[in-house]
């Protein structure tokens, strides 16, 4: 029985709905470790799965498509709010669009139909297809307007809706092609893989100018804010005098990943423009040398600068800097997640970029593309996929601590990340886990350093295969059909 199976796909759609089309599919094959061939007609007598209208002969597995869907995507609209069609499948209510009402599936003695078209739904979450109108629409570059999500309007935002689509795809196949089912394996034989990855925005964030604003600030605030004043200051007074050291920190964090067998991007800032100086630290030859002797056999990507994930030279400018440093950054990820879907790919494309890890939202952790797998985003102008792997931003520290954000304790943000190891390991699927340097710092984010070892120790015990962006990255490009 060859690795993975060859699956005949037979497409019988509008000619510009069939890049598209094709694109979810691909999408699925990859995950559920199915090799696919596209056949382009109205009939294939060795179809195993038809997307279509209705056909005169049954296929093993069919997938409900409605023609008005094509030309959906050729007017650029957004899928009107009180047309999405929830349905349970398993433990989860699953939105649908594009799709009849009812079951989700209707089964025959040898073959499927899905009544719910999990093609063209998953195209809208792959692309991030209301984001994409939005910005047709004009409005202002940086980061996304979460509020305005699809996921955010029907509280979704915490459930892999395309990962799901996948295990529909993989409940028919079980039932009417069982040959075609493999399981969703990773390296070392793991159930399901962790990324880790740090953004480095300042190489020495307590400098003694900031030190001196924080304490003024806390003996400031006394009277407003007494009990966190004077912990704050106290705290800081002790801590960043007698114990504090950037490198050793950072150092720390380095070769404690490396005890427990873990490896993990860091993202580093290459700018020379950052309000904050502390940011352009790439630049300081101090810092230069020290960033080569404990990063210089890492996974070093570039954070790029707001600008650029939406200027060319300013991006190829962040990078030559980082390669003067003797690196070469394959991964990106966006300072304050500002990035628009279409015009930075398009970027990142042309500047020779491997994989990005941009895609999730600031105030919430979840699943803004509606997967946690790896793709190829999708470029819609010119109708095929980037060559750029998107590996998704699923949980950022940031979104569970900041009060602007999800505002959780230790002891909530301890059960969610729990939960959603369990769903990845339910799932055989992958989890991103972005913890800023400056995050373990004792005094202003007390446990939350703690809370990262713990989560890393407790998904290792579950059987995940823990690691760097990159080697998710080599993964699944070299997945060998």
């Known amino acids: 029985m060859e690795r ?33 061939t596209f056949i382009y007609d109205t009939h294939f007598e060795a179809a195993h799965l038809y997307y279509g209208p209705l056909p005169d002969r049954e296929y093993p597995i069919r997938v409900h498509f409605d023609p008005e869907t094509a030309e959906f995507f050729e007017r650029q609209e957004l899928y009107p709010l009180e ?29 499927c139909v ?114 966190n004043a004077i912990y704050k200051y106290l705290g800081h007074s002790i801590h960043k005098k007698l114990f504090y050291d950037h490198f050793k920190q950072l150092y720390r964090i380095y070769r404690k990943e490396q005890d427990l067998g873990v490896k993990s991007t860091w993202f580093v800032m290459a700018g020379q423009d950052s309000e904050d100086p502390r940011q352009n630290y790439i630049h300081k030859l101090g810092v230069k040398e020290e960033i080569i002797d404990l990063l210089g056999q890492e996974d070093v990507g570039l954070h790029g600068s707001p600008e650029s994930a939406f200027d060319l030279d300013i991006l190829n400018t962040e990078l030559a800097s980082l390669r003067e440093l003797g690196f070469n950054p394959m991964g990106f990820r966006t300072h304050y997640l500002h990035f628009d ?39 819609i102008k010119e109708n095929r996929t980037f060559r750029v792997l998107e590996i998704p931003l699923i949980v950022m520290d940031t979104s569970l601590h900041s009060a602007k954000a999800m505002n959780m304790d230790y002891l909530g943000a301890k059960s969610t990340l729990r939960r959603l190891i369990k769903v990845a390991a339910s799932y055989q699927s992958h989890l991103t886990l972005l913890w800023h340097n400056t995050t373990f710092d004792p005094i202003d984010y007390p446990l939350w350093g703690r809370l990262y070892w713990k989560t ?26």
């Open 456 to 481: 890393i120790r407790y998904a290792l015990r579950e059987g995940a295969w823990i690691t760097a962006l990159n080697e998710i990255y080599e993964e699944w490009v070299n997945l060998s059909y």
């Open 4 to 36: 993975y199976p060859n699956i005949n796909i037979l497409l019988n759609l509008p000619q510009r709905y069939l890049p598209k089309a094709e694109f979810v599919l691909r999408t699925y094959c990859y995950i559920l470790r199915l090799n696919p």
């Open 83 to 111: 047309k999405v069609n929830f349905c349970k499948f398993r433990a989860s209510h699953i939105p649908f669009l594009f799709s009849k009402g009812g079951s989700i599936f209707s089964f025959a003695a040898s073959s």
């Open 341 to 379: 879907y279409q015009k930075s790919f398009g970027l990142l494309e042309e500047a020779g970029i491997k994989y990005d890890s941009t895609l999730g939202y600031w105030e919430s952790i979840g699943f803004r593309a509606g997967t946690s797998f790896p793709f190829y985003p999708f470029n």
């Open 114 to 227: 899905f009544r719910k078209d999990i093609i063209a739904s998953g195209f809208y979450f792959l692309t991030c297809w209301h984001e994409y109108v939005f910005s047709q629409r004009g409005l202002p570059r940086g980061r996304v307007d979460f509020e305005e999500s699809l996921q955010y309007r029907w509280d979704f935002t915490e459930t892999p809706v395309v990962d799901i689509y996948c295990q529909m795809l993989r409940y028919t196949l079980q039932e009417v092609l069982p040959g075609f089912v493999r399981d969703i394996s990773w390296q070392q034989g793991s159930k399901f893989a962790i990324s880790l990855s740090h953004d480095i925005d300042y190489w020495d964030f307590w400098d003694a100018e900031s030190l001196q604003k924080t304490l003024q600030y806390n003996r400031h605030s006394f009277w407003e804010r007494p009990l």
